[in-house]
């Protein structure tokens, strides 16, 4: 069975997460909730299939879990996780 592809432009993964990790423009990573500075106004990633873009980012695979049915609930889901995982 094949694994659900990523809703393009969605960039949940890209705002409600903090990322500790150096970011290309951010080289302090970023906030919970801060948009990273590589998401395009699609709400697109620039850096997506380049090698300079975070192994964090490349690691976060789409779940229905983590990400629901549609971008508020993603943006939702994210943010409760982030918020009960202590991170930022």
């Not at 659900?4 to 500790?20: E, N, Y």
């Not at 951010?26 to 192994?55: H, I, S, T, Y």
Request: proline share 7%; net charge negative; aromatic share 4%.
């Amino acid at each position: 069975m094949d694994k659900p592809a990523c809703r393009a432009g969605c960039g949940a993964c890209c705002i409600a997460p903090s990322i500790s990790s150096a970011i290309p423009g951010m080289p302090q990573g970023k906030a919970a909730g801060e948009r990273c500075v590589q998401l395009d106004d699609n709400n697109l990633c620039r850096l997506f299939g380049r090698p300079d873009r975070p192994q964090v980012c490349c690691d976060f695979q789409f779940s229905e879990w983590a990400c629901g049915t549609h971008r508020d609930e993603a943006i939702a889901i994210l943010t409760d996780l982030e918020t009960l995982t202590g991170a930022d």
